[in-house]
C-alpha cells in the first residue's frame, strides 16, 4: 500500500524513487517462525525472498526502472485480487506460472522467472536488507522510506491502510517530510488500526463499507 501512495506522488512531483530490496525472510533467518508466527507466514517469507531475486535479475538486466514495473505488477496480483477469485496458498505466491505473466506485464522477459531459484542472488538482497537496518535500527519492518539519500533521513513507515486520493497523497508525503526533516523525529506509532484495505483482505470495492470475511460472509464496517 505504500509503495501504490508512493507512486502516486511521484507521478504529481519532480520525484526519482530507486526501489531497493529488503527480505523479511533474512531478517528473520535465526527466527523459530512455528513458535513466533502464524501458520504460513514462512512460506509467504520464503516466497518474498524468491521474488526479491526475480527483481534483483531484472534490475541488473534491465536497469532500475524496471524493479518499480514489476513491483507493481506483481502488488497488484498478489494483494488486489480478491482470494475468493485466485485462492493462491503463501507458497504459491513465487510460482512459476504466476510470476511469468507477471513479468510480460511489467515489459520484462518471461525468462527471468528462471531466477527464482537463483540464491547467487541473495548476497545482493542481503547487503540492502543490512543497508535499510543500518539505517533505521534493527527493531523495524517493511516499509522503509529513505529520503534524499545517501545523507537524508530513512525511517520504518509509514504504514498506511488505505490509499489516499491523489491530491490527499501529496498533502500526506509534504507532511511526513517535515517530519523527516526535524533531526529529533523519533517515532508516530498507534497499534489499533483498520483492516488493510486490498482485495486479498476481503474488501469489496464494488460495495464500499462492507468487507467480505475469510469463510466468504460479509460484515458492515464504518468507513
Known amino acids: 500500500m505504500t509503495s501504490k501512495w508512493v507512486r502516486l506522488v511521484a507521478d504529481q512531483r519532480d520525484y526519482d524513487v530507486d526501489w531497493r530490496f529488503i527480505s523479511l525472510r533474512m531478517v528473520n533467518s535465526d527466527v523459530d517462525y512455528a513458535a513466533h508466527f502464524p501458520l504460513g507466514y514462512e512460506d509467504g517469507h520464503t516466497a518474498g525472498l524468491r521474488l526479491l531475486r526475480v527483481a534483483a535479475r531484472a534490475r541488473a538486466e534491465h536497469g532500475p526502472s524496471a524493479v518499480g514495473r514489476l513491483y507493481d505488477a506483481i502488488g497488484t496480483r498478489l494483494f488486489d485480487t480478491p482470494r475468493t477469485d485466485d485462492p493462491l496458498s503463501a507458497a504459491e505466491q513465487a510460482a512459476s506460472r504466476v510470476v511469468e ?75 511526513v517530510v517535515a517530519l523527516a526533516a526535524f533531526p ?16 486479498s483482505f476481503g474488501v469489496n470495492p464494488e460495495s464500499p463499507g462492507v468487507e467480505e470475511d475469510w469463510h466468504g460472509g460479509s460484515r458492515r464496517t464504518e468507513k
Not at 124 to 139: F, M, P, Q
Not at 184 to 199: D, H, I, T, V
Open 184 to 199: 529529533g523525529f523519533a517515532e508516530l506509532k498507534r497499534s489499533l488500526r483498520e483492516r488493510p484495505q486490498l482485495a
Open 101 to 175: 505473466p507477471l513479468l510480460e506485464d511489467a515489459g520484462l522477459p518471461a525468462g527471468l522467472v528462471e531466477a527464482l531459484g537463483d540464491t547467487g542472488l541473495d548476497d545482493v538482497i542481503r547487503a540492502e536488507t543490512e543497508e535499510a537496518l543500518n539505517l533505521t535500527g534493527r527493531d523495524v519492518g517493511t516499509p522503509i522510506l529513505h529520503f534524499a539519500p545517501p545523507g537524508g533521513t530513512a525511517f520504518f513507515g509509514p504504514v498506511i491502510s488505505r490509499l489516499p486520493a491523489a491530491d490527499e497523497a501529496v498533502a500526506l508525503w509534504d507532511h
